[in-house]
């Protein structure tokens, strides 16, 4: 699988995360830890479904756990500090990206049951293809968590 538009999206997205005055969410939404975190944890859970399916499991994405304030808290607990936060960010981006370029097209297509949300709303909740999962992170995720970042400039 090519990734090169994946990695151009995390680079965006890093760039918008090392901006310096990035504050609170006027509209009381995750702060920039928040959404590294939310990330990181999207980024291994699609890494973990990728991995099940080249090992012949038959895994769901289900993105829920990645929205939980509780497990977020948890993975910022976890580091010490923004700039931590960012590399571990930033090192399972590449363990996603090497993963998604060692997928086959068989393996690419297969169908993955996916359930995500989004501010409480339901975006998805039928089958999609592994591939669609992971290139919806560099055209929708990435930049959408890329621009809320910006938006968290003071």
Not at 31 to 42: C, G, K, N, Y
Not at 67 to 89: F, K, P, W, Y
Request: charged share 20%; hydrophobic share 50%; proline share 4%.
């Amino acid at each position: 699988m090519d990734t090169t538009a994946l990695r151009d999206a995390y680079e965006k997205f890093f760039d918008a995360a090392a901006l310096p005055g990035l504050g609170e969410a006027a509209d009381g939404g995750w702060d920039t830890d928040q959404v590294l975190a939310h990330v990181l944890s999207v980024d291994a859970a699609t890494a973990a479904v990728a991995l099940g399916v080249v090992a012949g499991a038959r895994p769901a994405f289900d993105n829920r756990i990645c929205l939980d304030s509780g497990n977020l808290d948890r993975i910022i607990a976890e580091h010490g500090g923004r700039a931590e936060l960012i590399a571990r960010v930033r090192a399972q981006g590449e363990v996603l990206c090497a993963i998604a370029e060692d997928l086959g097209e068989e393996s690419s297509a297969v169908l993955v049951p996916a359930f995500l949300m989004s501010g409480g709303e339901l975006l998805l909740d039928q089958p999609v293809p592994l591939a669609a999962l992971v290139t919806g992170l560099a055209e929708n995720h990435l930049p959408v968590h890329t621009r809320q970042l910006l938006d968290l400039r003071t």
